[in-house]
C-alpha cells in the first residue's frame, strides 16, 4: 500500500485535527504565528469526522481552533492550484471572522481572526521565501490599524524540492516552522526512531507515529484515494497547460522575430517577449495570458522601455 501523505487534506487533519493530537496543532500554529499570538491550548471548533465523507470526498478539510483568549484560527491545506485562490483566502477569512457572533451581540466581542493557507504549490511568484503574512495597513504610514485580520501563505515548493536529499534538506531547517514543513514535504525521507538532530523534537516524533499508523475505515480509505487522483489529475492538467503556454510563447517570441537562445532563462525570455509584445501595442491582458508576468511585472516593463537611456 501506498505511504500516506500528510499533504492530503484528509491525512492532514486526521494528524491536527483531532482531540488527541492538539499538541500537534499547538506547536504547529506557534510555529507559524508572532508572539502576541501564541497559544497554550485551543479548542477546536470542527473536529475531524469521518462520517463528513459520506456526502463530499473533494470537500475542503480546514481546522477551526480557538484560543483561550478568543483569537480564531482557521488552518487549511490545499493541495492543488485552483484560480482566484487570493480570493477565496480572504473569504475564509471573512467567514472566520463574522461567524463569532450572533444577531444580538455587540461588535467588541469579536477576536482576531487569522488564516493560515499550507499550499503545495506556488501562489506568490514575486516573493522567494516561502512563508509569507498579510495585514491591512495604511498606505503612507504603514500604520496598522485594523489588527483583527491577519493571512498567512507557507508554499511548500519554495522550502525544498522532490530531487533534494536529506541532507539538503536539514540544511533548511532553522526554525520550528521549518521542521513542520520539513514533514510535510519529505516525511518519505524521515523515520520516526532515527530523526536528524534539527528534526529531533518530540512533536514531530509523535506526527510520525500518527502517520506510521494510521488507519482509514472503508469510506476514508476510498476518499482519501478519490484525493490523491485528483491532485494527481490536477498536477498534470497544471504541467501541461505550463508546456503550451511556454510553447505559444515562444511561437509569437519567433512570429515577433525573437530567438528563443539558450542563454535567456524561461523569465528573461518571457520578458523579452514582452517588451516586443509592448512596441507593438498588445494589450496588458494579451501580455499577461502568453507571456504568464504578472500585471506589476508588465508595469515594470513599461517603466523601463518608456525611460530615456
Not at 177 to 188: E, I, K, P, Q, S
Not at 231 to 251: F, H, P, S, V
Request: one cysteine or more; hydrophobic letters at 35%.
Amino acid at each position: 500500500m501506498e505511504i500516506i501523505s500528510p499533504r492530503v487534506d484528509i491525512a492532514f487533519k486526521k494528524i491536527f485535527g483531532v482531540e488527541e493530537n492538539k499538541d500537534l496543532l499547538i506547536s504547529l500554529i506557534n510555529s507559524i504565528v508572532g508572539s502576541e499570538d501564541q497559544v497554550s491550548d485551543v479548542t477546536l471548533l470542527n473536529p475531524y469526522n469521518p462520517k463528513n465523507f459520506r456526502n463530499d470526498k473533494l470537500s475542503i478539510l480546514d481546522i477551526k481552533a480557538q484560543g483561550k483568549g478568543g483569537k480564531r484560527f482557521n488552518i487549511e491545506i490545499q493541495i492543488s492550484d485552483e484560480a482566484d485562490y487570493d480570493k477565496r483566502a480572504l473569504y475564509y477569512w471573512a467567514k472566520l471572522y463574522t461567524e463569532q457572533l450572533r444577531a444580538t451581540e455587540d461588535y467588541s466581542l469579536l477576536a482576531k481572526a487569522i488564516g493560515i493557507h499550507i499550499l503545495n504549490f506556488t501562489s506568490i511568484p514575486e516573493i522567494e521565501k516561502y512563508h509569507n503574512v498579510f495585514h491591512i495597513r495604511e498606505q503612507e504610514s504603514n500604520l496598522l490599524y485594523f489588527r483583527d485580520l491577519e493571512l498567512h501563505t507557507i508554499e511548500l515548493k519554495k522550502f525544498c524540492s522532490r530531487q533534494e536529499e536529506l541532507t539538503d534538506l536539514m540544511g533548511k531547517v532553522k526554525t520550528s516552522l521549518d521542521m513542520w514543513v520539513a514533514f510535510l514535504t519529505r516525511h518519505d525521507l524521515l523515520k520516526e526512531d532515527h530523526l536528524p538532530a534539527p528534526l529531533n523534537d518530540p512533536s514531530l516524533q509523535k506526527a510520525m507515529h500518527v502517520l506510521d499508523v494510521m488507519n482509514f475505515g472503508p469510506e476514508e480509505r476510498e476518499a482519501y484515494e478519490d484525493h490523491l487522483k485528483w491532485l494527481r489529475i490536477e498536477t498534470n492538467t497544471l504541467k501541461k497547460a505550463e508546456d503550451k503556454g511556454r510553447e505559444q510563447g515562444i511561437q509569437i517570441g519567433k512570429e515577433l522575430g525573437i530567438q528563443e537562445g539558450k542563454e535567456l532563462g524561461i523569465q528573461e525570455e518571457r520578458l523579452e517577449i514582452a517588451k516586443t509584445m509592448l512596441e507593438q501595442g498588445f494589450s496588458m491582458e494579451q501580455m499577461m495570458q502568453i507571456t504568464g508576468l504578472t500585471e506589476s511585472d508588465i508595469k515594470q516593463l513599461q517603466v523601463k522601455t518608456l525611460s530615456p537611456s
